[in-house]
């Protein structure tokens, strides 16, 4: 079975997650740069075999 991943990259420094969810959590922050999930844009949304 398939299942969805979505690939979020931050806007300030670049830095990219991959989650199971099409949202960022509204606590994340970026590791690198410490902007919260407003900060982020997806770029990907990729289908992976379960």
């Not at 398939?2 to 300030?12: D, G, L, S």
């Not at 994340?28 to 992976?48: A, K, Q, Y």
Request: with cysteine; proline share 8%.
């Amino acid at each position: 079975m398939a299942k969805k991943q979505y690939k979020f990259r931050c806007t300030v420094c670049g830095y990219e997650v991959v989650i199971d969810e099409p949202e960022l959590p509204a606590d994340f922050v970026c590791p690198v740069c410490g902007v919260g999930p407003e900060l982020f844009e997806l770029v990907e949304e990729v289908e992976v075999e379960d």
